[in-house]
């Protein structure tokens, strides 16, 4: 693995905003599936299926990207109990965004649907057809949704305590791969 650089690379930063913006589509696509039987139901389901597909690919990307550039250091005077919190939120939303879509395409498997791509391009079974696993699932994909939802906003909530309290260059170096400071704070 590489040293650590001072900003994030601009694949990374693009793989991270790409991210972003397809989870809180997926997030909200997913409420609004769950919350109508109408023909918008169809449309929404049509649409969070590939979208599921394609972070889950994203995301191996992105792992890959994080182990080969690595991230840059947190900021030296930043608190232990904060630097191990970023690690492990981050740990937490790597785990996430990699278990949604392996557990929503299980969840399809167990039910017996397919999971269509686009077209007649359908991805193959993972689990086998069996109906007590398909509620399982479909309990666990829900659960790890809100999971998600809650870990995305305590990203959010981390990012803009960074910016506008600590102004440490922690979001500068997603926004705009601007390197940090590594001085301590006056």
């Known amino acids: 693995m590489k040293q650590p650089q001072r900003h ?3 694949i990374a930063r693009l793989l991270h905003w790409s991210m972003a913006v397809l989870i809180i589509a997926i997030l909200f696509v997913g409420v609004g599936m769950v919350s109508t039987v109408s023909r918008p139901h169809t449309m929404l389901l049509a649409v969070h299926r590939p979208l599921g ?5 994203l995301v191996i990307v992105r792992a890959l990207v994080r182990l080969v550039r690595g991230a840059p250091p947190l900021p030296r005077d ?3 109990w904060q630097r191990v919190a970023a690690h492990a939120s981050h740990l937490a939303l790597y785990g996430l965004m990699m278990a949604m879509p392996l557990i929503g395409w299980s969840m399809l498997s167990a039910g017996g649907y397919p999971v269509v791509m686009f077209g007649s391009v359908h991805l193959p079974p993972i689990v086998p057809h069996n109906v007590a696993l398909y509620a399982w699932l479909r309990a666990a994909h829900t659960w790890f949704a809100l999971a998600l939802f ?3 906003l305590l990203h959010l909530s981390a990012a803009l305590f960074h910016a506008l309290i600590r102004r440490d260059g922690v979001l500068a ?4 791969g601007e390197a940090r400071a590594q001085t301590t704070r006056a």
């Open 53 to 57: 597909i394609a972070l889950l690919v």
């Open 173 to 176: 170096s997603i926004l705009r």
């Open 8 to 10: 994030f690379s601009a």
């Open 150 to 152: 809650s870990i995305v």
């Open 78 to 80: 930043l608190p232990t």
